[in-house]
T-cell receptor
C-alpha cells in the first residue's frame, strides 16, 4: 500500500511554455502533498506544501507565480511550471502524507523536466 | 534551524565488505529519522525509519541503523554490500514548524561498489 504515482515521468518543453505535472496517491487519501526539486547530484529541496482545498505554502525563494500548485482532491495534486526556462530543468518529486500515518511521507517516482 | 549532514559525499567499497554511512542532525526536539535510497533517475525508496523505542532499527535489503542521541547521529550499516546497493543514500529528519511536519534531507552519499 501507500503508492504515489507521477505523470509524466519525462517531459521536454520549449522555453516560454508551461508544463503540468500530476501527482496521485493511488491507495490512500493524502491530506497533504509536497513538491520537491532535485538538481543533478544534489539533494531534494522542498518547494511547497499543499493541503487539500487550500492554498499551497511555498518555501522561501520559490516563486509561487511560476510554480502553480493545485491540490483539488485528496488523491491529486498538480504542479504547473509556467513560462518555463532552461534553468527550470530539474527532477521534480512529489510526496504525499496520509494523516493517519504521520509523519511519514510516500514519494512518487519523479518527473524529469527538460526545457530547451 | 534544523539541519542534516552526511559527511561523506562519495564512498567506494568492495562487494562483500561492510558499510557504514554517517548521518548527523541538528534538531531541538525528539526527531523522526529516515534513510532513503535512490537509484539514478528514480524516486526514493524507504530503507528504514526511527520514531521511538529500540535505538537499533532493522530495514529492508539487510540494512540497519542505530540512533545515538548523545551523538545526534543515525548511521546506516550493512554487514555485506552487494553490487546492487550502488546508489545514492539520503538521511532525512522530520522537522516541525508552523506548517506541519516537513522533511529535511541531508546532501546524500553516493555509494559505489567494486566487483
Amino acid at each position: 500500500g501507500a503508492v504515489v504515482s507521477q505523470h509524466p515521468s519525462r517531459v521536454i518543453c520549449k522555453s516560454g511554455t508551461s508544463v503540468k505535472i500530476e501527482c496521485r496517491s493511488l491507495d490512500f487519501q493524502a491530506t497533504t502533498m509536497f513538491w520537491y526539486r532535485q538538481f543533478p547530484k544534489q539533494s531534494l529541496m522542498l518547494m511547497a506544501t499543499s493541503n487539500e482545498g487550500s492554498k499551497a505554502t511555498y518555501e522561501q525563494g520559490v516563486e509561487k507565480d511560476k510554480f502553480l500548485i493545485n491540490h483539488a482532491s485528496l488523491t491529486l495534486s498538480t504542479l504547473t511550471v509556467t513560462s518555463a526556462h532552461p534553468e527550470d530543468s530539474s527532477f521534480y518529486i512529489c510526496s504525499a502524507r496520509d494523516s493517519s500515518r504521520e509523519p511519514e511521507q510516500y514519494f512518487g517516482p519523479g518527473t524529469r523536466l527538460t526545457v530547451t | 534551524a534544523q539541519s542534516v549532514t552526511q559527511p561523506d559525499i562519495h564512498i567506494t567499497v568492495s562487494e562483500g565488505a561492510s558499510l557504514e554511512l554517517r548521518c548527523n542532525y541538528s534538531y531541538g526536539a525528539t526527531p523522526y529519522l529516515f534513510w532513503y535510497v535512490q537509484s539514478p533517475g528514480q524516486g526514493l525508496q524507504l530503507l528504514l525509519k526511527y520514531f521511538s523505542g529500540d535505538t537499533l532499527v532493522q530495514g529492508i535489503k539487510g540494512f540497519e541503523a542505530e540512533f545515538k542521541r548523545s551523538q545526534s547521529s543515525f548511521n546506516l550499516r550493512k554487514p555485506s554490500v552487494h553490487w546492487s546497493d550502488a546508489a545514492e543514500y539520503f538521511c532525512a529528519v522530520v522537522r516541525r514548524d508552523n506548517y506541519g511536519q516537513n522533511f529535511v534531507f541531508g546532501p546524500g552519499t553516493r555509494l559505489s561498489v567494486l566487483p
